[in-house]
C-alpha cells in the first residue's frame, strides 16, 4: 500500500469516528477544554453532554459564559475549540431523544473530563437521572469505552469505592494528574499531557506530548 492510500484510510475512518463527551462541575475545566479542542481534531463528531454546575464552573474558572440553550452552547464551543461547523453537537440534560440516550445510536467512546463525585456515585449505581449519566451507562451496557476523569482532593471511602465499582464493570479511570517529566511551562502543556493520555487510550496516536524514553537527559 502506497502513502497516498494509507493517508486516504485514515482519512477515511477519522470522518466515521464519533464520540461523546461531557463536562460535570468538578473543577479542573482547563483540561476538559482542553481536550475537547483535541477531540474535534480526531473525530468527525463530539456529542458534547454539559452538567448545570460544569456551566457554572466554566465561568468561574476560565471565564466562559455557557447559557443553558444548547444551540448557544454549540456555536460558543465550535468558536472556542476552532473546528469546523457540525463537527460539536451539544444536547440537553433531559433530551432522551439524542443519539447517545440509546445503545442503538450512541457512539462506543465516552469520556468525562472532568468528573465530579456526584457524577460519579450516579454513574456507578445506575441512576440515569439525566442524560450525562444515561450516556455513560449506555457505553457500559454496551460494553463499550467509557473514560473517567475525576477531579477531587482527597477522595474519601466512598469516592474511591464509586470509582473502583466503575473500574470493575470496565471504564478506565485516569485522574487529571499530569506528568513532570516533559518540563511543563504553562497550564496548556500540563493539560496536552492529560490530553495525551486519554488519547492514546482512545487509540489516537498524537504527538501532544514527548513521550518518556525519547527525550536525552
Known amino acids: ?19 461523546t463527551f461531557a463536562m460535570t462541575g468538578a473543577s479542573g475545566s482547563i483540561y476538559g477544554l ?14 458534547v453532554l454539559l452538567s448545570d454546575a460544569a456551566r457554572i464552573v466554566l ?8 447559557p443553558e440553550s444548547p444551540k448557544k452552547i454549540k456555536q460558543i464551543l465550535t468558536e472556542y475549540c476552532q473546528c469546523e461547523e457540525g463537527v460539536i453537537e451539544v444536547y440537553a440534560k433531559e433530551n432522551w431523544y439524542s443519539p447517545v440516550a440509546s445503545g442503538s ?19 456507578a449505581t445506575g441512576a440515569s437521572n439525566n442524560l450525562l449519566e444515561r450516556a455513560a451507562d449506555v457505553v457500559l451496557k454496551e460494553k463499550g469505552q467509557l473514560v473517567i476523569v475525576p477531579r477531587e482532593m482527597p477522595f474519601s471511602s466512598i469516592h474511591l469505592r464509586n470509582l473502583l465499582s466503575l473500574s470493575e ?7 487529571a494528574c499530569p ?10 502543556d500540563l493539560a496536552d499531557f492529560v ?9 489516537i496516536d498524537n504527538q501532544l506530548i514527548e513521550k518518556w524514553g525519547y527525550k536525552k537527559p
Do not use: W
Request: glycine share 4%.
Open 195 to 203: 490530553s495525551s493520555r486519554i488519547l492514546n487510550h482512545l487509540g
Open 34 to 47: 482542553n481536550l475537547l479542542t483535541h477531540l474535534t481534531r480526531f473525530y468527525h463528531q463530539v456529542h
Open 169 to 175: 464493570d470496565g471504564a478506565t479511570v485516569m485522574p
Open 1 to 19: 500500500m502506497n502513502q497516498n492510500s494509507e493517508t486516504q484510510n485514515k482519512q477515511n475512518q477519522n470522518q466515521k469516528r464519533s464520540i
Open 105 to 123: 445510536a450512541a457512539p462506543k467512546q465516552m469520556v468525562i473530563c472532568p468528573a465530579s463525585m456526584g457524577s460519579v456515585s450516579a454513574i
Open 59 to 66: 465561568a468561574t474558572e476560565v471565564d466562559l459564559k455557557v
Open 179 to 188: 506528568g513532570y517529566y516533559t518540563d511543563p511551562k504553562t497550564l496548556d
